[in-house]
């Protein structure tokens, strides 16, 4: 863990740079300056599936090899899952607003979008309330919110939708591309730290549950 | 039930549900036809003017949303690191504490 302090002041001059990239790309000819939350709201999503296939991975080694150390990172990508795409499902309708006058669509993409959310929700609910045994009813929930990303990303390829299609960031012009990518590395990363603190503290929390048990012997 | 009664439950249900698909059939029908996808982003050099002062307040909220929401998640994680890493620590001390307890006394020590 000895890169750690140096990837978190990485993380940190990267999120105060990215305002700077995010200002001097170029405006979108139909949105104007609201696109703009582009680069912070796809990023928060690349981080939410970044958590949720973590959870999914995670949760099925767990389930299928019963691995303690599975069920950390498991639990760590769902909540990962849960703040970043709440990020999302926030900067989504200020974007809508503007864009589509509405702040909500019951479209494809956002309905799909709002599901695996609650899912990756309803995982952690589980590993809070559900009692001993849950982490392995949390874990098919993990395992199917997970198999849902795809078709949350492919969603606007798929149906007929309002929301952009995945074609925009691959056709993103070279202005829009370099801040774009910016910002979802410095979100990956943040991510990545992330991860590693909060396994560092499932671990430390079986520890505990380790030591209250040797006490008890 | 006789057959006549059943007769008219049927022709009843038929009508409710004629009545409750109806309308929904009608104005799917009149709904005009969603704009299709955008499947690119258009760079412009310039704003239209009159553009930037309601986009600018969304965009100062969604900004502010995912800074602060980042911060607190990670204050929140560094909160409980903290407090587990001190329960680890009293915990520790209390295992110790009771080991020493179990440990026999040397007998040269005792009756003093």
């Known amino acids: 863990m000895r890169a750690f302090p140096v990837l978190t002041l990485l993380a940190a001059a990267m999120f105060a740079y990215a305002p700077i990239m995010i200002a001097n790309a170029p405006f979108e000819s139909t949105m104007g300056l609201v696109q703009k939350i582009f680069y912070f709201h796809v990023p928060s999503w690349f981080a939410m599936f970044t958590g949720a296939f973590i959870c999914g991975y995670a949760s099925a080694v767990h389930l299928f090899k019963g691995s303690r150390n599975a069920d950390h990172y498991a639990l760590a990508g769902a909540e990962i899952a849960v703040v970043f795409g709440l990020l999302g499902l926030i900067t989504g309708p200020l974007w809508a607003r503007k864009a589509w006058g509405v702040w909500w669509e019951w479209d494809v993409k956002l309905t799909l979008a709002l599901i695996v959310w609650l899912t990756f929700l309803a995982y952690l609910l589980l590993r809070r309330f559900g009692g001993p045994g849950s982490e392995k009813l949390a874990a098919g929930l993990g395992l199917f919110g997970a198999a849902n990303i795809p078709f949350v990303y492919y969603s606007v390829n798929w149906w007929r939708t309002i929301h952009p299609k995945t074609t925009v960031v691959p056709t993103l012009g070279p202005g829009m591309r370099g801040a774009f990518w910016f910002c979802v590395a410095a979100f990956l990363l943040l991510t990545g730290l992330i991860m590693a603190a909060r396994i560092r503290l499932e671990r430390q929390r079986a520890r505990v549950d380790d030591l209250y048990l040797s006490l008890e012997d | ?112």
């Open chain 2, 1 to 112: 039930m006789s057959s006549n009664s059943r007769r008219r439950i049927l022709i009843l249900a038929m009508l409710l549900i004629a009545l409750a698909v109806g309308p929904a059939v009608v104005s799917a029908q009149q709904q005009p036809p969603p704009k299709p996808a955008q499947d690119e982003f258009l760079p412009i050099d310039q704003l239209p003017p009159g553009e930037t002062l309601p986009a600018a307040r969304l965009l100062i909220a969604a900004y502010a949303v995912v800074w602060i929401g980042l911060a607190v998640y990670l204050w929140s994680i560094w909160q409980r690191l903290g407090r587990v890493e001190q329960e680890i620590a009293d915990v520790t001390r209390r295992v110790q504490d009771a080991q020493a307890a179990e440990r026999p006394r040397p007998a040269g020590g005792a009756g003093r």
